[in-house]
């Protein structure tokens, strides 16, 4: 792991922290894999300087290392990455960012509408994801989840007729369908919990759990 002060910036230098992780071999090598898999569909080459640039993990940021210690800058950054994945599923599946119309009030009505919504989703993904777990030692998919519910319009229709109680059933029964396929690493989540720091994330999740 290295730390260097750096600028970014042409008309305005900004001072940052550049932390840069030695990523393991395995990952190494499947870097470069996709790397040039990616450059032949281009009708590319790759060369010598790229394949080296990506033996590492690169990250930058203004916060002080009084604050954030390189060490932990990789696992700062996986939760970071984790809201973003958040505010692309609302965009996606919920389109957020589409509004029709002019009128303040028929905006906000929008938002606060769209907003509900998503409280009530990440609350029947929280009980799915704890179930799906529980029972089954599986990982939910909240894309799979968000899709199943908006699809048919079953979240609507479930409260418009009262019937979230068979909506409920029918989430449990089928469960499995929404769940990911069974994952060789651990969850950013049982990464966290088990204070596994980012540079040991790289190590297959038998050896991990076991270490755990």
Known sequence: MIELAVFVGQAERLPCRLIGYRLP????NERRRKARAKAIKKGRALTQETLAWLEFAFFITTVPATLWPAAVIGTIY?????????????KSLLALQVLKGTRPERIRCLLYGRLIVIVLLGMLSRLAAWY??????????LHKMTNWLTRKDRLA???????????????VEGILRLCKQ????????QLIDNHIHYMDSFIDKATLVQQA
């Open 25 to 28: 071999p395995a990952v190494v």
């Open 78 to 90: 996986r939760l970071r990455w984790q809201v973003e994945l958040t505010f692309k599923r609302w």
């Open 132 to 141: 799906a777990q529980a029972q089954h030692q599986r990982e939910l998919s």
């Open 157 to 171: 229709r479930a409260f418009d007729h009262g019937s979230l109680a068979d909506l409920l059933e029918q989430l």
């Open 182 to 189: 069974k994952r060789k690493r651990l969850t950013t989540k």
